[in-house]
């Protein structure tokens, strides 16, 4: 997957939560289909290797970590920080910290190694060619700052990349998957929205006359003010859905997507809301209500990756609502497509759907 991913490859994505990674065991994640193994050096940097031992394969994740290196769990080979094998028991002893036989000054003998990175309470892993990391940074978080609460979700979703972000800005979909959680079913309302699609986002403007987030919506808005929504996709695979009431008012989901493999991902998802005396009460409720929503998605998610995978593919219809997803269609099959990355013109479109 990883090398048949065109320039989605060329990006960082999330392998773990920092406070997961650690410099006294190892950590396995998988991105892109390939198996990593995470741990911290001994000055507390993230490392990332391919989880597989030179020797015979066996997974470097089920070894230890001791003086910022790694060993293998089943003949001692141990790995430093850059992959590099600085020792094999079965080579002999090491003299003033040297082996004889010098395995360190041997090409064949490193172990793949990623460019790693802290992030937003994140270690974030570049799966393209590593000289090319410095050309981009990692997404950005919306930091939770003055009079701004977060916490973090992680979420394992059967789905593609697309069509997980496609779901996170679909708004046709809250009255059935969500309702009485999200949006209600009842009398359709007219909705409009401004789409428009740049190099490497897609960006809309929602226009719903009276609309709202469900029975949450007196704990958001108990002032009643008209609420204002925008979606956001950022290539590669990273979504923002802001919902706001007034200028102190408002509450932010910001997800990226992890794929593991064509229909499995892991979602890391921030929750930042700003609401005044609220946040308190808020922070105790809403992890509960958010889980709650997320696992609804998470279940529909199952049911069309299950019927994609049956039927081979997508074979999708659409309406005037489904242009937002067809956006960010095409810069994500661009890239898949692409050795180089030029992305396809901007361009835009307005709207109008009912719910």
């Known amino acids: 997957m990883r090398f048949t991913s065109g320039t989605l490859s060329e990006n960082w994505?999330?392998?773990?939560?920092?406070k997961e990674v650690t410099g006294k065991r190892p950590t396995a994640r998988t991105v892109l289909e390939e198996p990593l193994v995470l741990f911290r050096s001994t000055g507390g940097r993230p490392v990332a290797l391919l989880d597989r031992c030179l020797h015979r394969n066996a997974a470097l994740s089920a070894g230890q970590v001791f003086d910022?290196?790694?060993?293998?769990?089943y003949h001692g080979w141990t790995y430093d920080a850059h992959g590099r094998c600085v020792f094999v028991p079965s080579?002999?002893?090491?003299?003033?910290?040297?082996?004889?036989?010098a395995p360190a000054g041997r090409p064949d003998r490193f172990v793949e190694s990623f460019p790693a990175r802290d992030q937003d309470g994140m270690v974030w892993v570049y799966m393209g060619t590593p000289d090319r990391a410095a050309e981009r940074e990692p997404f950005r978080f919306p930091p939770a700052g003055e009079g701004w609460m977060s916490y973090m979700?992680?979420?394992d979703?059967?789905?593609?990349?697309?069509?997980?972000?496609?779901n996170f800005m679909d708004v046709p979909h809250t009255s059935f998957v969500h309702g009485g959680w999200f949006r209600r079913q009842g009398k359709p309302k007219r909705g409009e929205a401004q789409v428009e699609r740049t190099r490497d986002s897609v960006l809309v403007d929602y226009v719903i006359?009276?609309?709202?987030?469900?029975?949450?919506?007196?704990?958001l808005n108990p002032d009643n003010r008209p609420m204002t929504h925008t979606d956001k996709f950022f290539m590669p695979n990273c979504t923002r859905v802001d919902y706001a009431w007034g200028p102190r008012r408002a509450f932010v989901i910001t997800s990226q997507v992890t794929p593991i493999t064509p229909v499995k991902a892991r979602v890391y998802t921030a929750i930042t809301f700003q609401l005044g005396p609220l946040n308190w009460p808020a922070r105790i409720g809403l992890p509960w209500y958010t889980r709650v929503v997320i696992n609804q998605d998470v279940r529909i998610m199952a049911v069309q990756t299950a019927n994609l995978v049956r039927f081979g593919g997508r074979r999708f219809h659409g309406t005037g609502a489904d242009v937002i997803h067809r956006h960010i269609e095409v810069l994500r099959e661009n890239a898949l497509?692409?050795?180089?990355?030029d992305p396809p013109a901007p361009a835009g479109d307005h709207i109008a759907y009912w719910l």
């Open 153 to 155: 979700m992680v979420t």
């Open 337 to 341: 497509a692409s050795t180089v990355g």
């Open 13 to 18: 994505y999330v392998a773990a939560l920092s």
């Open 209 to 219: 006359p009276g609309d709202s987030i469900g029975f949450t919506g007196r704990i």
């Open 157 to 166: 979703f059967d789905g593609d990349v697309t069509d997980l972000v496609e």
């Open 68 to 73: 910022g290196c790694i060993g293998c769990p």
């Open 91 to 101: 080579e002999g002893p090491k003299s003033d910290g040297v082996q004889a036989e």
